[in-house]
């Protein structure tokens, strides 16, 4: 269905209940001990044909008596259900359970199909590419899969003579490629895994899809193998874009870091083992089933289940060298020991930076086991305690996700798949609360043992009959309730035997998807602190900590709060007034049920207040089960000010049913189309005093408007508002002696007209609008009117639907973030759309809804072609409509020292990169693309940073038609010399951000907006014909001395 505005709601028109569907999971038993079956499967969770949030999934657990799951706070590794006693039950597992596929939730899947490039699994986190196989590599690839898919962006890295592409992966952004130094065969696909035969004769190459990396073992063959130069020195090439790579020292584990010198993906010490030790499983469980068509293949050889007991093993030797490659000295000893039993495998592997898990081996004290690597399948079974065979002591360290939103923690429980024992024979394990885990972790570089939280004594696991598979629990209560205290993100966990000496103590537990170990946290979110701007006087203003503060006349006061409690279970809203300076001798104490939306209004009589005094308030909400939020308003311990001043008239109030008041979600919009009239009621509370009401739109108050004397002084009168979106009225009142009262601002959001967007304008009024970043990191709205009027009111611009109803997205969402809108990039509905380069580092586009706001859920990743730099790179973008004449919106962007166009863009993606050479652009920035130079080829407008101007640079159009890029890369290509468009005074530092947007003072040129330093936004009208920016009549649209800053903002687009 096409955008429309008529068929588009922002807020309201997505709160309509839909089906419920109910998911009643396996749960906390009364005294914490485990269930008899293991969790459920991934895949019997689905998302159900609505989703939930907290509030409505509380609702029907009551009204069903059954659990409900909230869809909306489902992530990649936990699921939450709300009970029907209206508390919080969440789920979280140490491996990813799920992964986003095309905008939903799926169980992870790594089976290998065929796309373009090569392989990919079909449902993970992170993107894995692995190789097709080489031309010159031979090999049938007959059991290959046949669906396409678009490849990920290239490295632009050209080839180097024999070397080839074996993995790609992209994990937080940024792509990382592991290079082969030679021919790859097309490769034999069983499930997860891709084998790669006698890349060297005798030698097997074997790769493992996981849901954020892959393992890699190269398989030795037979003792011929073991001889062959590739062993000589195992090389393997490194490569990003935007990752470093970095050699441990001591581990000889691989980080590779971003430009914060933040870990992205780790690889950990590499390793090898022969076949000797035979595989301990579970007696009387049937042996892991192997597909016909690869029986022949090293694909059946059990050692890939990777090390046993009794095995041979060693760990290896790495270097980095300057060109990122990863030289892997193989154990020649081991390899020639007459003792070794072939095949044996060697294992280097790459892991991105997910919930992680490690293996401590007191064996090799200096290596690092991160997530289970350096065997195939080892990461399938975490192990604790001694086995004999080979003298192995090992110790095993969980990282679970911690939701910070968990505040008030009643019970929590570790779960772990215990999969074998040494035996029947019971012995105790611990369970500690330790410190965090990295890939440098080892046996001698251990984590803290914090304390102790519970322990196990059982044999599960040795066999199907006395003692099989089962599901353990343990209490973590007081470490779930110590991370909820302090707000930590993540919970790390630790299980070592008790007899660290017993080869019976020796365990392994499940680490993969169903079968890893999962915490499950039962909670309370307590209310959330009442915001400022859901505390109102009125009459009067939103709630103001900071002097000097609003006055209130002689009318009676109405307070009115806004509260929410995450769980929906809000029961009461607590109001306190007080003179200020006198806590203690409160006006008004009162506890208030709220509405079924969480307001409460509380009129106190303006006889209540002395005249000439100041006034404190706050407001708390409490929650069924007693639980209270801190009092609001929220952020601060100030309490909300006013000052009574009898003498003057009160402030008015003003009531509209066509233009009702907006609120603060921005769900409320004017019930009539904008260019449509309206009434508004003014009033002041029945003073009979009141002579006239002044008025005005946006500006200095220039109307005035009589009270009918029977209507207790009231004035009704017919208003069109000035534009569409965020609309800000003033009033003021006089009275018989000419006494004027404080105003009173009346904010609204007018619906848009049913046309068109012009280029920028998203309110329907054909003048262009303006999005910036707020400094706490939210996306909001300015509409402009044309000429030289002010910003008044922003509204906030971005919410999300995921998870049912519509909610604004937390706060510091755009944070970081390049954006631009000009151009509908989904053709059809004439709606202006967003383009951003988000902190994540991937490119979005954002499609508006036609009452000027992107839903967040909705967007979709922009693919670039190959040969382009990765989105992470790019630090600004520019979305120019379209300049090449295929009907499609364009894109410029700046991404490290140079400019780059993208073009073709078609369904999430860009057929052409176009990079103009010759000049660096790191000390530029994009302003406009628009024609200044009176020909039919649009102009460049752009920052020169170094020199503090702004410049022109005359574009010229192909002679297919459209404009050629070439024209932008350096003068000489130009359609004429570099105009200096502003002369000086326009670094950085002056002017922190600079954009250009069609003409809105009414002269039909583009203009330019600059953000000062000091937080003020002034607007210099653009001109033509080689003429500079006119300085002259330029205007401020923000102003700090008028009480209104930008200051902090951190983009306007």
């Not at 070397?163 to 792509?175: A, E, I, N, Q, S």
């Not at 459209?962 to 000086?984: H, P």
């Not at 009549?1033 to 009480?1043: I, K, L, P, R």
Request: glycine share 10%; charged share 20%.
């Amino acid at each position: 269905m096409g955008r429309t505005r008529g068929r588009r709601g922002r807020f309201a028109a997505l709160a309509a209940v839909l089906a419920l569907a109910v998911a009643v999971p396996l749960g906390l038993r009364p005294d914490g001990r485990a269930p008899d079956a293991p969790a459920p499967r991934a895949d019997a969770d689905r998302a159900p044909t609505r989703a939930l949030p907290a509030p409505d999934a509380v609702r029907e657990a009551r009204r069903t008596g059954k659990d409900v799951e909230v869809t909306g706070r489902r992530t990649a590794t936990s699921t939450t259900w709300a009970q029907p006693d209206g508390m919080l039950r969440t789920r979280t597992h140490g491996a990813a359970i799920r992964a986003r596929v095309g905008g939903e939730w799926k169980p992870v899947d790594t089976t290998l199909r065929r796309v373009a490039g090569g392989y990919a699994p079909k449902a993970v986190n992170d993107p894995l590419l692995f190789s097709a196989g080489t031309p010159a590599g031979g090999g049938s690839g007959a059991r290959a899969s046949r669906s396409v898919r678009t490849a990920l962006v290239a490295d632009g890295r050209a080839d180097d003579a024999g070397w080839h592409d074996l993995v790609r992966l992209t994990t937080g952004g940024h792509d990382l490629v592991v290079r082969w130094p030679g021919p790859l065969p097309a490769p034999v696909v069983d499930g997860p895994r891709a084998l790669y035969e006698d890349v060297r004769p005798g030698i097997d190459l074997v790769l493992t899809a996981r849901d954020s990396g892959y393992s890699h073992v190269l398989v030795v063959k037979d003792r011929a193998a073991a001889g062959d130069p590739l062993l000589e020195r195992l090389r393997y090439r490194l490569a990003s874009p935007t990752l470093s790579f970095h050699l441990d020292a001591k581990t000889k584990a691989v980080s590779a870091l971003d430009a914060a010198g933040q870990e992205v993906a780790a690889a950990p010490t590499p390793y090898m083992w022969d076949s000797a030790g035979p595989v301990r499983a579970t007696v009387g469980e049937p042996a892991p089933s192997v597909d016909p068509e690869v029986r022949d293949t090293a694909l059946a050889f059990p050692g890939l289940a990777g090390p046993q007991p009794g095995t041979r093993d060693s760990v290896l030797d790495a270097s980095l060298g300057e060109s990122q490659a990863l030289d892997i000295v193989v154990d020649k000893g081991m390899l020639f020991d007459p003792a070794t039993v072939y095949p044996v495998f060697v294992d280097p592997s790459f892991k991105g930076h997910s919930a992680n898990w490690t293996l401590l081996y007191k064996k090799y004290p200096s290596s690092s086991f991160y997530n289970g690597q350096n065997f195939n399948d080892g990461s399938n079974e975490a192990r604790v305690g001694y086995e004999a065979d080979s003298g192995g002591l090992s110790r095993s360290v969980f990282t679970f996700e911690f939701d910070p939103a968990i505040r008030n923690v009643s019970k929590a429980y570790f779960r772990g798949l215990q999969t074998y024992s040494w035996g029947c024979s019971t012995r105790q394990y611990n369970l500690y609360l330790t410190s965090s885990i990295s890939p440098t972790t080892t046996w001698n570089s251990q984590p803290s043992w914090i304390r102790l939280l519970d322990d196990q004594t059982n044999g599960h696991g040795y066999n199907t009959t006395d003692c099989p598979d089962q599901w353990v629990a343990m209490d973590i209560t007081s470490a779930a309730q110590e991370a909820a205290r302090k707000g930590w993100q993540s919970l790390p966990l630790g299980l070592r035997a008790a007899n660290e000496g017993d080869t019976h103590s020796w365990k392994k537990f499940g680490v993969n998807a169903e079968t890893a170990p999962y915490i499950e946290v039962l909670h309370n979110d307590p209310p959330t602190e009442p915001p400022a701007t859901s505390m109102r006087t009125s009459p009067g203003t939103t709630c103001d900590t900071v002097s000097p503060f609003p006055a209130v006349g002689r009318s009676d006061i109405t307070f009115a709060v806004s509260a929410t409690d995450p769980n929906g279970d809000l029961k009461s809203v607590t109001l306190r007034v007080w003179p200020t300076g006198s806590p203690t001798t409160p006006v008004v104490n009162v506890t208030l049920t709220p509405t079924s939306r969480g307001s409460i209004n509380h009129l106190v009589p303006w006889t209540s207040f002395g005249n000439g005094k100041t006034y404190s308030w706050q407001a708390l909400a409490t929650d069924a089960g007693g639980l209270s939020s801190a009092w609001g308003p929220a952020g601060t311990t100030a309490a909300c000010q006013f000052t009574v001043d009898h003498s003057a008239p009160a402030v008015p109030g003003v009531s509209s049913d066509a233009f009702p008041a907006a609120e603060d979600d921005g769900s409320v919009w004017s019930t009539v189309p904008f260019g449509t009239a309206g009434l508004f009621t003014f009033s002041t509370g029945g003073a009979t005093d009141v002579k006239e009401y002044q008025y005005s739109f946006d500006t200095a108050f220039d109307i005035k408007a009589t009270p009918n004397p029977l209507r207790e002084g009231r004035a009704v009168v017919s208003l069109s508002p000035l534009h569409a979106g965020p609309s800000v009225l003033y009033v003021r009142a006089v009275d018989d002696t000419g006494n004027i009262s404080k105003a009173r601002v009346y904010e609204f959001y007018v619906r848009p007209a049913p046309v068109l967007d012009s280029p920028m304008d998203v309110t329907g009024d054909k003048v262009p609008d303006v999005y910036t970043v707020t400094a706490e990191g939210n996306l909001e709205l300015y509409a402009k009117t044309l000429g030289t009027d002010r910003l008044h009111r922003g509204m906030p611009a971005a919410y999300t639907t995921e998870g049912g109803a519509a909610r604004l997205v937390a706060p510091g969402y755009w944070s970081g973030a390049a954006l631009s809108h000009n151009g509908d990039w989904l053709p059809g509905d004439g709606v202006q759309d967003l383009v951003a380069r988000m902190a994540d580092g991937r490119l979005y586009l954002y499609p508006g809804d036609g009452y000027s706001g992107f839903d967040v859920h909705k967007r979709v990743e922009l693919l670039l072609p190959a040969g382009s730099p990765s989105p992470a790179a790019i630090r600004q973008v520019l979305s120019t409509g379209d300049v090449t004449g295929d009907g499609r919106p364009d894109l410029l962007a700046i991404a490290g020292n140079d400019l780059w166009a993208f073009t073709g863009y078609t369904g999430g993606a860009f057929a052409k990169a176009t990079k103009p050479a010759g000049e660096a652009w790191a000390e530029r920035d994009l302003v406009q693309l628009v024609n200044l130079g009176g020909d039919a080829a649009p102009d460049l407008v752009f920052r020169e940073n170094s020199v503090g101007q702004v410049r022109v640079r005359y574009g010229r159009n192909a002679a297919s038609g459209g404009l050629d890029f070439a024209s932008l890369g350096t003068r000489t290509a130009s359609a004429g010399q570099l105009d200096t468009y502003g002369a000086s005074s326009w670094s950085r530092t002056n002017i922190p951000v600079l954009a250009g947007t069609p003409d809105v003072n009414g002269d039909a040129v583009p203009d330019v907006w600059a953000l000062l330093a000091n937080g003020d936004v002034r607007i210099y009208p653009g001109r033509t014909a080689g003429q500079p920016l006119n300085v002259t009549d330029a205007f401020y649209v923000v102003m700090s001395t008028v009480g209104t800053s930008w200051a902090g903002h951190g983009t306007i687009g």
